[in-house]
């Protein structure tokens, strides 16, 4: 029987935290540790949500750039499904913008390299 996997997408702002860790740092540690195949954090440069009354981005003289960013994770769906439970609490208690969705995805090749 063929595995299904999916990819879990997360967007979230680059200062938006949980404890001391940002969002997606706290994310991607704990997906790491939940032995997840695979995450990948991606800078947005422009951006706006349903909680900016403005469109962001990213320009040279600003030191604190509040920027969306992207949290990709492919792994089986059903383990997507439990690590999103793991994970759903904390960003609904976080009172800030954040969107997630996940969607089935064709794996055409999956295989580690050599460490």
Same mark, same amino acid.
Do not use: P
């Given at each position: 029987m063929e595995e299904i996997y999916s990819v879990l997408r997360l967007y979230v702002s680059n200062t938006d935290k949980i404890g001391l860790d940002t969002v997606y740092e706290y994310i @991607?540690? /704990?997906?790491? /540790?939940?032995?997840?195949?695979g995450a990948t954090v991606y800078k947005g440069v422009m951006g706006y949500g349903l909680s900016s009354d403005k469109i962001v981005s990213a320009r040279f003289w600003e030191i604190s750039e509040k920027l969306p960013v @992207? @949290?990709?994770?492919?792994? /089986?769906?059903?383990?997507?499904?439990?690590f999103y439970k793991t994970i759903e609490n904390e960003l609904k208690a976080l009172g800030k913008g954040c969107l997630v969705y996940m969607i089935p995805i064709n794996v055409l090749l999956h295989q580690s390299g050599k460490k």
């Open positions: @991607v540690q /704990k997906a790491h /540790k939940q032995g997840i195949s @992207v @949290v990709e994770i492919i792994d /089986k769906t059903e383990v997507l499904q439990s």
